[in-house]
């Protein structure tokens, strides 16, 4: 094997070690062709390089910052998904035939009780009011000659004078005209109530939705609605309660529960907390076969006509109250595949795994149920910080965990 030759002073290295030296180099290589100090400079420099990399920093155990359960009265709630309605809805319809000549409002306006709407064309039956006072006028007055002619003719008749067939045939006359008088009466009131449908008013307060028809339109009772109007303050909010919802709330005391006079907490589909309460007015007789639900109904303030037909809210109701319920932080409440625990220290801070059956959230604070019986109280040290050192941990029977309080933090 060739060697190649190596300048004075230099140090020979192989392939293996060229450019890198390591503890675990073969030292005596190097010492024959460096000098004495170079030797123990270079000897020095590897002693320390080794202890650099075997020196560890201490590691400083995290602190575990844990809570005492709190107990607590817990409201147990009802969420539904409902719309609104109108407690009325009126469809204005024509109750006569004729060409609609105005729409006196502004589609989706507010309006008041009483308020004109439309006008229909009312040329012909003002003639018809009229044709029916003359008809009137002519029957009275021969109602009047006849009722006149009978009185003179009854004592004539008496004396025999004249025949009394000629008294009975005019007195039967005035009977017959009287009938004839209450007959175009009739007339005429017909025709007066023909003419003031050719005026559609506002039933009560409320918004007149968007008309259905134009003007110079041919409208009649067939043609349908020419626009609904809906009162909206209080507006009707609508859901429905299951069997098994029904059923679980019976026998609750006071006004908890979907009862009539029930509040209701309502919130808007964005997620708003509408400021008003809602009050059960009405709950159906009895549960629909198909759906297996009763319905509910609602009154909502809405003052400022914000809340309109046809938006979906959800509705929630206080169904019962869990009086002393424990609670712990909800941010220490930890779950995998639909199972929840806590953990909890020892007095010795070893952490031990709690199963527990989580209920209602209450703010950041949860309900929880402990499986076991008094595998947590309310004097329990719960873990609130550092859960996954805790955990880990836990596997461990020696570990012992650094923790404060919360509070002192």
């Not at 019976?250 to 919130?267: F, M, P, W």
Request: proline share 7%; hydrophobic share 40%.
């Amino acid at each position: 094997m060739t060697r190649t030759a190596t300048p004075p002073g230099k140090p020979s290295f192989n392939k293996e070690a060229r450019g890198r030296v390591t503890p675990s180099m073969d030292l005596t290589r190097l010492t024959g062709s460096i000098s004495g100090p170079a030797v123990f400079l270079c000897l020095l420099s590897l002693f320390f390089a080794g202890c650099k990399k075997t020196e560890q920093v201490p590691h400083e155990t995290p602190t575990i910052i844990y809570e005492h359960p709190v107990t607590m009265d817990i409201p147990v709630t009802g969420s539904w998904v409902g719309h609104l309605d109108g407690v009325d809805n009126a469809s204005i319809v024509p109750q006569i035939t004729g060409y609609l000549q105005t729409q006196n409002y502004a589609n989706g306006a507010i309006v008041k009780k009483g308020e004109v709407l439309f006008r229909i064309d009312d040329s012909t039956f003002r003639d018809q009011v009229s044709k029916a006072k003359a008809t009137l006028a002519q029957a009275q007055a021969q109602l009047q000659q006849l009722n006149y002619d009978a009185e003179i003719y009854r004592p004539l008749a008496a004396e025999n004078a004249i025949s009394k067939q000629k008294y009975e045939d005019t007195r039967l006359s005035a009977l017959a005209a009287e009938a004839q008088v209450q007959q175009a009466a009739a007339a005429l009131a017909l025709a007066e109530k023909n003419l003031s449908y050719t005026v559609l008013y506002a039933p009560f307060d409320g918004i007149a939705g968007i008309s259905r028809t134009n003007i110079g339109d041919l409208v009649s009772p067939e043609s349908g609605p020419l626009a609904v109007v809906s009162s909206v303050n209080p507006i009707r909010v609508n859901f429905a309660v299951t069997q098994q919802e029904w059923i679980q709330q019976a026998g609750k005391n006071g006004n908890e529960g979907v009862q009539t006079g029930s509040k209701l907490d309502i919130t808007l589909k964005d997620g708003t907390k509408y400021p008003e309460q809602a009050t059960v007015v009405a709950i159906d007789r009895a549960f629909n076969p198909q759906t297996g639900t009763i319905r509910v109904q609602a009154n909502l303030p809405n003052a400022d006509y914000l809340l309109r037909p046809g938006m979906f809210i959800i509705a929630t109701a206080r169904l019962a109250t869990v009086k002393n319920a424990l609670t712990v932080p909800a941010k220490s409440l930890l779950s995998t595949q639909g199972r929840f625990f806590v953990i909890v220290l020892d007095e010795g801070n070893h952490p031990s795994i709690i199963p527990v059956q989580a209920g209602t959230q209450l703010g950041d604070r949860q309900q929880v149920t402990p499986l076991k019986p008094d595998s947590l109280t309310p004097q329990s040290k719960v873990v609130v910080d550092g859960l996954l050192q805790a955990e880990a941990a836990s596997r461990n029977p020696t570990a012992r965990l650094k923790a404060v309080p919360a509070s002192n933090q």
